[in-house]
Nanobody, 120 residues
Framework: QVQLVESGGGLVQAGGSLRLSCAAS????????MGWYRQAPGKQRELVAT???????NYADSVKGRFTISRDNAKNTVYLQMNSLKPEDTAVYYC??????????????WGLGTQVTVSS
């Protein structure tokens, strides 16, 4: 019932910038949290940034000061602005959503992932 549509991935040189977008649609009563995870080949999927309903944000230490997560409540869209990109940022980035439907059932949704490649 909930669909996440991601965009903004691609190839960029080291030091460049990208902005990822994730639009949520479907039956959503409320959103508890939206965020981004990433996974590189042979590595564990890790949290990059998350925006919690109370307004708090969490960032991985490796991206603090470079990445910024934000949300457009009217569009149910979360963004990840990525600046000063490094080759180690290369990964598949996944949008993540924790939401509640109209039956007050908590749901977890994942996007299909978008590839970010940073060349040196």
């Amino acid at each position: 019932q909930v669909q996440l549509v991601e965009s903004g991935g691609g190839l960029v040189q080291a030091g460049g910038s990208l902005r990822l977008s994730c639009a949520a649609s479907g039956t959503i009563f409320s959103i508890n949290a939206m965020g981004w995870y990433r996974q590189a080949p042979g590595k564990q999927r890790e949290l990059v940034a998350t925006l919690i309903s109370g307004g708090r944000t969490n960032y991985a230490d490796s991206v603090k000061g470079r990445f910024t997560i934000s949300r457009d409540n009217a569009k149910n869209t979360v963004y990840l602005q990525m600046n000063s990109l490094k080759p180690e940022d290369t990964a598949v980035y996944y949008c993540h959503l924790d939401s509640v439907d109209y039956s007050y059932t908590t749901k977890t949704s994942w996007g299909l992932g978008t590839q970010v490649t940073v060349s040196s």
